[in-house]
């Protein structure tokens, strides 16, 4: 999905509507039964309807003119007029009832769908991904399709079938006086389609800006420390009243072809109408019987009228409908990771073999890989790692260290060469073996708005005992149990309750809650000090010869102790072995980092 950067983009409709029509019979295939009574109910309302006028003709023609008064027909045709009109709009009310709960639940399973389907997007949809408008895409845009179900389930198909019925009567009565009022319209087609052309644009972009306003909230409140210390709020602030002035303008339009257009032509539409059925009544000879007939028509025209009024003012909003819905269409065609399901059992027996024979944790071959083509970032890479060995990489800013890590995370997939993990292919180990697998410590812990326990269980459904056992091996067992609810402590948003060394500790032990055979850690020290790192430092040694670790780290001291350090210059290895015999490279990168962060402590 491209990012709404845009929101000029020029709209193509009948792929909207194609692709919106199938999303809405997709979410509401449970409900279909639902659908078929209320298209029968909906039938039998107009039907009702239809018949109360003619009532009123029999009334007319039969008693009031000839002055026939038979009192308990007549009583029966007048109660026919009235209970008509009021059970069909009984009848109505209660299928609007049964789609609207319709709506709600398609909308409930589309939200699940998109959010579901998000958690499984490639990191490299993220990397365009606007966060605040992906959150409009699940909130607003399912929230819309709702309207889009009232709109189209209810509104339009009552209205057409009022329509049909009430043109079927009409021409039973007099098919001449019914061709007049068909013959008048195609002008309704014509009013619509100009009402279109001259909103559509200003929907699709009133919609878009609305995300960007989103888009614009979200970043400011994330990065609300760094808007602030920059002296940024009123630059924010000015880019963000012109996207809502924007915003406004785009809504104006499509208010002013409402209002300008639409009603002004339908209005005129139904007094033409009107003049016409009355002016053909004036130049025949009227008999008596025409007056019941007269008395039909005026009360059908309403009919005719009505739902076309409803029919078309409800485009407006049936577009903004159709174009969010076409947006959570896109969204929900944006290609999952790639999935990998291969029988989980086949590859842990291949796994364990492979792991019995002495396969390398991990072995990269001849790896080459770029964001953008063009850009390479790594460049033929090749290396083993042992089981248990405990491996460090080191590199300046923009060597490749995080790449190698996403690539081992299969954020991304690799390019060209390969990738294997304890001897078995990367891509062809399922998904929950190599989560089972793989943990991760990033750079930045990402905690949840919830208890020390559920941020270490993370949902997998572990026992107190592994949840304890990891934090113990974490070293975080004895700050979490002297927090007021221990485990249960709620630690706030983005645990907003911790230090920074106890948010990586939490996310070191729910990395260990999985019990990995291979850690990965993303700068994992680089916000703490040195007594929390000392801390990390013993908890990993403890994993030595057990655990595969891998450290990113810009703080050497982390990872002087490893079997061996991995220097990436360029997205190359420059240079690789343990840390003494890097220190004796006269000249070499890995001493000069060294030493200058020697001279900086
Ligand atoms: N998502 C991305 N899309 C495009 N380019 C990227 C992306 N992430 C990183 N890069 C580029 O890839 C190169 C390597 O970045 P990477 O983050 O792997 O470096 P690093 O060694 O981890 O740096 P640091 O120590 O600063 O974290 C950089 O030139 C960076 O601009």
């Known amino acids: 999905m491209k990012p709404d950067t845009k929101p000029e983009t020029k709209p193509d409709t009948t792929n909207q509507m194609r692709q919106a029509i199938a999303l809405l019979r997709r979410a509401a295939l449970p409900d279909q039964h639902h659908l078929g009574w209320a298209v029968l109910w909906l039938a039998a ?18 008693h009031l003119l000839p002055h026939h008064l038979d009192w308990p027909r007549m009583a029966a045709l007048l109660a026919g007029v ?56 699940v909130t607003n845009d399912t929230e819309a399709v709702k309207s889009l179900y009232i709109q189209v389930l209810f509104v339009m198909l009552d209205s057409t079938i009022v329509l049909v019925g009430t043109v079927c009567a009409m021409a039973w009565l007099d098919w001449r006086l019914m061709l007049i009022v068909l013959a008048l319209l195609p002008a309704v087609l014509l009013i619509v389609w100009l009402y279109q052309r001259w909103s559509a644009p200003a929907v699709t972009r009133a919609r878009a800006l609305r995300s960007e306003i989103n888009g614009q909230m979200a970043e400011s409140i994330g990065g609300m420390s ?14 963000f009243a012109t996207t809502n002035q924007d915003h406004y303008t785009a809504r104006l339009s499509e208010l002013r072809a409402n209002a300008w257009l639409l009603r002004p032509a339908l209005d005129l539409f139904n007094i033409i109408l009107l003049a016409a059925v009355i002016f053909m009544f004036g130049h025949r000879e009227m008999t008596a019987t025409e007056v019941g007939v007269l ?9 005719v009228i009505e739902p076309l009024i409803q029919i078309t003012m409800q485009f407006s909003q049936l577009q903004q409908s159709v174009v969010a819905t076409a947006r959570v269409a896109t969204l929900l065609d944006e290609g999952a990771a790639q999935e990998h399901r291969a029988s989980g059992d086949a590859v842990a027996a291949r796994a364990t073999a492979a792991n019995d024979s002495g396969a390398p944790a991990i072995a990269i071959r001849h790896l080459n890989f770029a964001y953008n083509p063009g850009q390479t970032v790594l460049h033929d890479l090749s290396l083993e790692i042992p089981q248990g060995d405990f491996v460090g990489i080191v590199g300046h800013t923009g060597s490749g260290k995080s790449t190698l890590l996403s690539l081992l995370l299969r954020f991304y997939p690799a390019q060209h060469g390969s990738i294997l993990v304890h001897g078995m292919p990367l891509d062809a180990i399922d998904n929950e073996r190599f989560r089972a697998e793989v943990g991760l410590v990033p750079q930045d812990p990402f905690l949840l708005a919830a208890s020390a326990r559920e941020n270490i269980d993370m949902g997998r459904g572990l026992s107190q005992e592994q949840i304890e056992a990891a934090a113990r091996a974490a070293h975080a067992h004895d700050f979490i149990t002297a927090l007021d609810q221990g485990y249960d402590t709620p630690l706030g948003e983005g645990g907003s309750r911790l230090s920074v060394g106890q948010k990586q500790l939490i996310a070191i032990a729910r990395a260990l809650a999985g019990t990995p055979r291979i850690l990965l850690l993303d700068e994992a020290t680089s916000h703490i000090d040195s007594q929390t790192e000392q801390i990390v430092q013993v908890a990993l040694d403890e994993l030595r010869g057990k655990v595969t670790v891998i450290a990113i780290a810009h703080r050497l001291s982390t990872i002087r102790d490893a079997d061996r350090i991995i220097v990436l210059n360029h997205g190359r290895i420059a240079e690789t072995g343990p840390h003494e015999q ?7 990168l890995y001493q000069r980092l060294y030493l200058l962060q020697q001279l900086a402590a």
């Open 295 to 303: 008395y039909a028509f005026i009360s059908y025209l309403a009919r």
């Open 82 to 137: 009235v209970l008509t009109g009021w059970i069909a709009s009984g009848l109505r009310y209660l299928q609007l009832v049964r789609l609207s709960g319709l709506a709600m639940r398609s909308v409930m399973r589309l939200r699940e769908m998109v959010y579901t389907h998000v958690l499984l997007l490639p990191m490299a949809f993220f990397d365009r991904a606007i966060t605040g408008q992906l959150v409009s895409r």
């Open 45 to 62: 309302a107009a039907l009702l309807e239809v018949l109360g006028p003619i009532m009123g003709k029999a009334l007319i023609d039969e």
């Open 582 to 588: 890097l220190m004796q490279i006269d000249g070499g």
């Open 226 to 239: 760094v808007l602030q210390a920059s002296n940024a709020e009123q630059r924010f602030g000015r880019r």
